[in-house]
């Protein structure tokens, strides 16, 4: 199965985080937000390619 992370906006809510980095490079904690949402989907026994969408 695949899995499809929309990873696309202009994230305008949280300038002025957003003026030189894409939301989803966004640093929560030690990771971004990309990195943890990768994380969730790699963990899934049934995922087998994941396509991220920007």
Do not use: C, W
């Given at each position: 199965?695949?899995?499809i992370?929309?990873?696309?906006?202009f994230a305008?809510?949280?300038?002025?985080?957003?003026?030189?980095?894409?939301k989803?490079?966004?640093?929560?904690g030690?990771?971004?937000?990309?990195?943890?949402?990768?994380?969730?989907?790699?963990a899934?026994p049934?995922?087998?390619h994941?396509?991220i969408?920007?």
């Amino acid at each position: 199965m695949k899995a499809i992370i929309l990873a696309a906006g202009f994230a305008t809510r949280l300038y002025p985080l957003t003026e030189n980095q894409a939301k989803p490079l966004l640093p929560i904690g030690n990771k971004s937000i990309l990195e943890h949402i990768l994380h969730k989907v790699e963990a899934l026994p049934v995922i087998d390619h994941i396509i991220i969408v920007t």
